[in-house]
């Protein structure tokens, strides 16, 4: 079974406007952590945000947040006020005890001015 | 602070050539990574060390394919020889990890963009 699941290839969304970015894993593992990173098309893996499996709290960072639904086993990307510079593929990733992340196949988000 | 060091940022060369690919973790890091990425596979991990001792190199695709990380500071991806299904981004990331569980991200270089012809 894939560990990360990212089920929307590409997204659209409006200038100002926000927009969520769905991810579900899949572990036994009780301890572990959820990432999301950012790659522009200039090609570099950006960090974004981090959530861990026993915060209690959803994680936000900025215009970032991470809405974290623990029994449902998903840990959706929010991007509120969409910027033309928020255009870049989306990561969801993955580590349960080991170093070794488990990364999604990625959503490509479009800003439209 | 210095990110991570990737060179070189790109590569062009012919089949059958060997191919060193560098890197150079963030100060204080202990795991290092490389990754590929391709638009049929996405991110494949290939390898990973913890504390300069490869952990797993089960996504080595094959004995073509060899990593070194002689000291905390550099390592090394080699390709020899190299085939043009090989081409690619290389990403190295790297990493704090304490214990058995960590909420440190894994940070990236700018990658490798590797053509061969």
């Known amino acids: 079974a894939q560990k990360i699941t990212q089920t929307q290839p590409g997204m659209f969304v409006q200038e100002k406007e926000a927009v969520t970015l769905d991810c579900t894993y899949d572990t036994s593992d009780p301890s572990y952590g959820l990432f999301w990173y950012k790659q522009p098309s200039s090609g570099e893996m950006i960090f974004l945000i981090y959530?861990?499996?026993?915060?209690?709290q959803n994680a936000t960072e900025g215009r970032y947040s991470l809405n974290f639904q623990k029994a449902r086993k998903s840990a959706n990307l929010v991007i509120s006020a969409s910027q033309l510079g928020d255009s870049a593929m989306y990561f969801c990733?993955?580590?349960?005890?080991?170093?070794?992340?488990?990364f999604g196949t990625g959503t490509s988000l479009t800003v439209i001015p | 602070d210095a990110g991570v060091i990737q060179s070189p940022r790109h590569e062009v060369t012919e089949m059958g050539q060997e191919v060193t690919l560098r890197c150079k973790p963030i100060s204080g890091h202990n795991s290092l990574f490389w990754y590929r990425q391709t638009m049929m596979r996405g991110l494949e991990l290939l390898i990973y060390?913890?504390?300069?001792?490869?952990?797993?190199d089960s996504g080595m695709p094959e004995d073509r394919f060899s990593a070194k990380m002689p000291n905390a500071s550099f390592s090394t991806l080699k390709i020899q020889p190299s085939e043009p299904r090989d081409s690619a981004v290389y990403f190295c990331?790297?990493?704090?990890?304490?214990?058995?569980?960590?909420?440190?991200?894994?940070?990236f270089g700018d990658g490798t963009r590797l053509s061969i012809l």
């Open positions: 060390f913890n504390n300069n001792v490869p952990i797993d």
């Open positions: 990733a993955m580590r349960e005890t080991w170093p070794q992340f488990y």
């Open positions: 990331a790297s990493s704090l990890v304490r214990g058995t569980y960590s909420n440190q991200p894994q940070h």
């Open positions: 959530q861990g499996s026993y915060d209690q």
